[in-house]
């Protein structure tokens, strides 16, 4: 406990901008990735992999949390992780890796909705307005100029973003009365099951060649190590140690690093409308993920009890 009060703060808002970088870049590592091996596949194969890691080093974690109710959290995580992660890599197939970093980034601007419609708490003013700047942000990136359609693969992208946002409710929830590490394990566990199974009941079988080429494994220990289990380590970790509001900014920059990874690493070509729509959708998931709490301040500023407080607390400072 020592040495952990002895670490600067910035060093765990570090962590949490280093694992937006990692996942920035593993869209395009799964673009890349995709074309080798069927989308229900290589999330199969990511998903198992990850979760034999992350049993081996959690392995304590799993002797309290096997038993059925665990497992059925487990399983009901895994079938909404499946399904964001294989929408979303089938979107990749007919997208930019940056327009689907962004697009589905829009889960953050969903999920008070999802929850409303859950029976929870109804939106607030911000996320009436983070919803507008989304949708038009949206219509810059994704509608065609001629057909004013949206692409198959830019769909796809915006349909596992409802999916990722059933999937933060979901942990929410289920986190609460379970270990959440052993929890992980099953999530990857199960879902990699269902990706295999999946995948080569319906998919192609992958060409051998291809699947032990080194740009190939290198791509898949990248998707393994480090966009799965060493980036789960640096968002819980920096996420315990982080104000809520500020740590979900900074995560927020994991749209911004998959447009910059692509334009480097795959020459994505940014007209000025969709450069405008980035913009727009960014600063509605920043408004969804900030508004509630700049209202809440304002509120209780507001409010005379909040302002004695206030004052006494500058007070005491000055003594």
């Given at each position: 406990?020592?040495?952990t009060?002895?670490?600067p703060?910035?060093?765990?808002?570090?962590?949490?901008?280093?694992a937006?970088?990692?996942?920035?870049?593993?869209?395009?590592?799964?673009?890349?990735?995709?074309?080798?091996?069927?989308?229900?596949?290589?999330?199969?194969?990511?998903?198992?992999?990850?979760?034999?890691?992350?049993?081996?080093?959690?392995?304590?974690?799993?002797?309290?949390?096997?038993?059925?109710?665990?497992?059925?959290?487990?399983?009901?995580?895994?079938?909404?992780?499946?399904?964001?992660?294989?929408?979303?890599?089938?979107?990749?197939?007919?997208?930019?890796a940056?327009?689907?970093?962004?697009?589905?980034?829009?889960?953050?601007?969903?999920?008070?909705?999802?929850?409303?419609?859950?029976?929870?708490?109804?939106?607030?003013?911000a996320?009436?307005?983070?919803?507008?700047?989304?949708?038009?942000?949206?219509?810059?990136?994704?509608?065609?100029?001629?057909?004013?359609?949206?692409?198959?693969?830019?769909?796809?992208?915006?349909?596992?973003?409802?999916?990722?946002?059933?999937?933060?409710?979901?942990?929410?929830?289920?986190?609460?009365?379970?270990?959440?590490?052993?929890?992980?394990?099953?999530?990857?566990?199960?879902?990699?099951?269902?990706?295999?199974?999946?995948?080569?009941?319906?998919?192609?079988?992958?060409?051998?060649?291809?699947v032990t080429?080194?740009d190939?494994?290198?791509n898949?220990?990248?998707l393994?190590?480090?966009?799965?289990?060493l980036?789960?380590?640096?968002?819980?970790?920096?996420?315990?140690?982080?104000?809520?509001?500020?740590?979900?900014?900074?995560?927020?920059?994991?749209?911004?690093?998959?447009?910059?990874?692509?334009?480097?690493?795959?020459?994505?070509?940014?007209?000025?409308?969709?450069?405008?729509?980035?913009?727009?959708?960014?600063?509605?998931?920043?408004?969804?993920?900030?508004?509630?709490?700049?209202?809440?301040?304002?509120?209780?500023?507001?409010?005379?009890?909040?302002?004695?407080?206030?004052?006494?607390?500058?007070?005491?400072?000055?003594?």
């Open positions: 406990m020592g040495s009060r002895n670490i703060p910035i060093v765990y808002k570090l962590m949490l901008v280093a937006t970088v990692i996942w920035g870049f593993a869209f395009v590592v799964m673009k890349d990735s995709v074309d080798v091996l069927a989308p229900a596949q290589l999330i199969g194969v990511r998903f198992t992999l990850t979760a034999l890691l992350m049993a081996a080093v959690f392995h304590k974690h799993l002797k309290g949390a096997l038993n059925r109710e665990c497992l059925k959290a487990g399983f009901v995580l895994a079938l909404v992780t499946f399904l964001a992660f294989w929408v979303q890599t089938i979107g990749l197939t007919d997208t930019s940056g327009k689907n970093a962004f697009l589905t980034a829009t889960y953050c601007v969903i999920v008070p909705f999802m929850m409303w419609a859950l029976g929870q708490n109804r939106p607030t003013v996320n009436l307005g983070a919803a507008v700047l989304c949708i038009v942000g949206i219509g810059c990136v994704s509608l065609s100029a001629e057909t004013l359609s949206v692409g198959f693969g830019d769909a796809m992208t915006l349909l596992c973003a409802f999916f990722f946002a059933a999937q933060i409710i979901a942990i929410s929830r289920y986190s609460k009365r379970h270990d959440v590490l052993a929890l992980t394990v099953y999530q990857f566990l199960f879902g990699g099951l269902m990706g295999l199974a999946l995948g080569f009941a319906t998919e192609p079988a992958p060409a051998l060649s291809a080429s080194p190939f494994l290198l898949l220990a990248y393994v190590v480090f966009a799965s289990a980036c789960y380590v640096l968002q819980n970790v920096g996420l315990a140690h982080v104000p809520p509001a500020q740590g979900s900014l900074l995560l927020c920059l994991e749209s911004v690093f998959g447009v910059v990874a692509s334009v480097l690493l795959q020459g994505e070509l940014l007209t000025a409308r969709m450069v405008f729509g980035f913009g727009l959708i960014f600063c509605a998931v920043v408004l969804s993920e900030l508004g509630p709490q700049i209202a809440a301040k304002l509120g209780r500023r507001r409010s005379p009890d909040a302002t004695t407080a206030l004052d006494d607390e500058a007070d005491t400072a000055s003594a």
